[in-house]
């Protein structure tokens, strides 16, 4: 098995366009063409690390996630689960290293903890599936958030914001294996972005720096470099968001989902043909 060297890099402080790189390796290759040879060299791959989300000293949650922008992890997870209504009801976030992983020690209101623990999951992430380990239906299929007013964007806009997230993606262009979640306002211009190696991981990491910033839901759209799946349609409508644009195409479900949220759902959006599968009324 090929020795994975430790980060590149430190991580650099979070900035709005320039967020802390999720952490990268150098792993040993060995090239193959048809000639059957190649020379021994390196690649740059994106880390995954187990990030258990412990609530005032109670573990909720452990998924596979990139270890940069964490902070902003646990309160983005913490908005779109409906742990908490607002950041202001977290008190805290710590993020504690250890050797099997990294813990973000995350303290919330006593209110919202007893809530917490009358519908406490053991949840299992991987970074494919945001729904792992849940244990009832209901529990998968929460409410949704009904999104109303927002602005509206032409089609012109929507490739000029696609294209500046393409343009600020270090993480996957490194490594070939990052996920995006930006944030863009209606002229197109991207004001928030964060990278993971999950998709649902990178939609929270954006949510969580929103509020950071104090950018509210309604004066942007989010862009997603993935399909649009049930969850990402549910994260996307709790964080008040009325638009969500994804590269892939959004799934049945995420349809329905978006329908029923008054949430503008594009699909294939940097592909030239921009499929509106859920209220295109926010399309100039």
């Known amino acids: 098995m090929a020795e994975v060297e430790p980060a590149l890099a430190q991580p650099r402080a979070a900035t709005p366009l320039q967020p802390a790189a999720a952490a990268l390796a150098r792993t040993a290759t060995t090239p193959w063409d048809l000639s059957g040879r190649g020379l021994p060299g390196t690649d740059t791959v994106?880390?995954?690390?187990?990030?258990?989300?412990?609530?005032?000293?109670?573990?909720?949650?452990?998924?596979?996630?990139?270890?940069?922008d964490l902070e902003d992890l646990a309160v983005g997870f913490s908005l779109t689960e409906g742990i908490v209504p607002s950041a202001r009801a977290i008190y805290d976030v710590e993020v504690a290293e250890g050797c099997e992983?990294?813990?973000l020690r995350i303290v919330i209101a006593a209110t919202h903890m007893a809530a917490l623990k009358l519908r406490r999951r053991a949840l299992a992430g991987r970074t494919g599936c945001g729904l792992c380990g849940v244990e009832s239906l209901a529990q998968a299929l929460r409410p949704t958030r009904v999104v109303d007013g927002g602005g509206s964007i032409t089609a012109?806009?929507?490739?000029?914001?696609?294209a500046r997230l393409d343009s600020l993606q270090a993480?996957?262009?490194?490594?070939?294996a990052a996920h995006a979640a930006g944030f863009a306002d209606w002229q197109g211009g991207v004001r928030l972005l964060r990278e993971d190696v999950g998709r649902h991981n990178a939609l929270d990491k954006l949510v969580g720096a929103m509020a950071a910033a104090g950018v509210a839901g309604e004066q942007g759209i989010a862009l997603v470099t993935s399909r649009a799946s049930y969850e990402m349609v549910h994260k996307t409508a709790a964080a008040g968001i009325p638009m969500l644009a994804a590269l892939s195409a959004p799934t049945a479900m995420a349809v329905r989902v978006a329908e029923r949220a008054g949430l503008t759902l594009v699909g294939f959006a940097g592909r030239g043909?921009?499929?509106?599968?859920?209220?295109p009324e926010r399309l100039a």
Request: with cysteine; charged share 15%.
């Open 273 to 279: 043909r921009k499929l509106a599968y859920a209220h």
């Open 46 to 68: 994106i880390e995954e690390v187990p990030v258990a989300l412990v609530y005032n000293g109670i573990s909720h949650a452990v998924m596979l996630a990139s270890p940069g």
């Open 101 to 103: 992983g990294i813990e």
């Open 171 to 176: 993480c996957h262009r490194a490594s070939g």
């Open 156 to 162: 012109q806009a929507l490739d000029r914001a696609f």
